[in-house]
């Protein structure tokens, strides 16, 4: 086993399993979700989230037809408890659980009602976690009665529920777990109203554009967090919760930072953004002609659209790749720009093949030292990436390896 490795993730994610403890998170289980072949590792998952102290409340979206058959298979599975560990043959305790929308329920483009009833309901469900119980909940509802299909009768229940129970977080499984079509938005952490902007401006199916405003409107109402995770990416759930980067797409009311692959109409804006730290001899300059080179990709960090932040991943050599050109504005700094940065153009990095990455840097030695870059000599670079080394400005090689 890679002790090294292992530790590291376990440390990283450390953080995240105490903010969670205790935390009441809903999610909602897609019909599609539930006769995926992922399910058993899901549910594993679910059950994990259960042993680490988080008050799960699993809704799930079934018709009349294939409801008992779908609360049996979560049963069935929760009941094998954590397979491969000391709590295999533990059975997870799941309660199932009723939660109804009233008839004078009404859910419009700007508000969830929150009546009576439903606080009531919530409230004993609340009972049911605090008694150490997942609550399932599979919505059933009269088709005749009002004009909601079953899947938006779920997607009104997950953002009711969440709202009357005080949830910290709706998380919704979903495939695709972006909705951001545009290839260069790499990042995944939106504002409800980038959010919203996506689901006006994009072409979505019906389905889809009622779900997601459940979701939207129940951050906009109090939940603290909306997350999209995908179903049929083993392991995404965990991804999502338990690492900076996510796997999937979360919502909040914040204003978040946005990391997308600069184009070449960015170029004014990354040439400005160095400048600064060009002149204090912090940067080395670099020419527009090698920023827009085919073998460089530039990531640009914008807050409110403002460019805040950039890198770029020089990919001479695939095995080993250069990062640098890396800044936060001055006004920015200290805010997690840099390293979210560096983390986009590593995996970046991996993803066009490379091993290795490293960096040449006179002022940062120790931040890179912080994000586990080693002290290199120029023999261990590729002969075509060493003939670019400035001899006279003496920088630093940093490597770091891309596990
Ligand atoms: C290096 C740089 C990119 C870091 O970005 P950032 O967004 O401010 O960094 P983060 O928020 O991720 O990390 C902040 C931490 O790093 C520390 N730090 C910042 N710059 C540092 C440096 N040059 N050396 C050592 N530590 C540094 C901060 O004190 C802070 O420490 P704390 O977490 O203990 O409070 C930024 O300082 C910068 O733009 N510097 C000028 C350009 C440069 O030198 N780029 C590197 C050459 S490629």
Known sequence: MDFHRFARWFRDSSPYIREHRDKIFVVLMPSASL??????NTVRDLALLHVLGIKLVLIIEATATNRASFVNILKSLF???LPSSRYRNHAIPLAEETFVLSDEFHM????????????EQAARIAQTLNQGSIALIAPSFDPSSNERSSAEAVDDVAAVLALGIGADKLII???????????????SDLSTDAFQKILAEQLFEKSTIHRMSALLLACRRGVNRGHIVSYETDGALL?????ADGSGTQISTDDYLTIRRATVTDMDAVLELMQADIDQDRLVPRTRDLLS??????FLAEHDNIPVGCVALYSLAQGMQEIGTL???PKHRDRNIGSRLLSRAETEARKRGAHHVYVFTKHAVDWFSRQDYLPATLDSLPDSNRAAY????QSTLLIKELQ
């Open 293 to 298: 080179s085919d073998s460089t990709t530039i």
């Open 327 to 329: 800044l936060a504005a």
């Open 108 to 119: 419009g483009t700007n508000t969830v009602e929150l009546l009576e009833s439903h606080r």
């Open 239 to 243: 991804a999502e919760l338990f690492t």
């Open 390 to 393: 400035d001899h006279e400005r």
């Open 35 to 40: 006769q995926h072949s992922h399910i058993g």
């Open 173 to 187: 499984l979903h495939e695709p777990a972006s909705l951001v079509r545009d290839p260069n938005v790499v990042n």
């Open 79 to 81: 009941s094998r408890g």
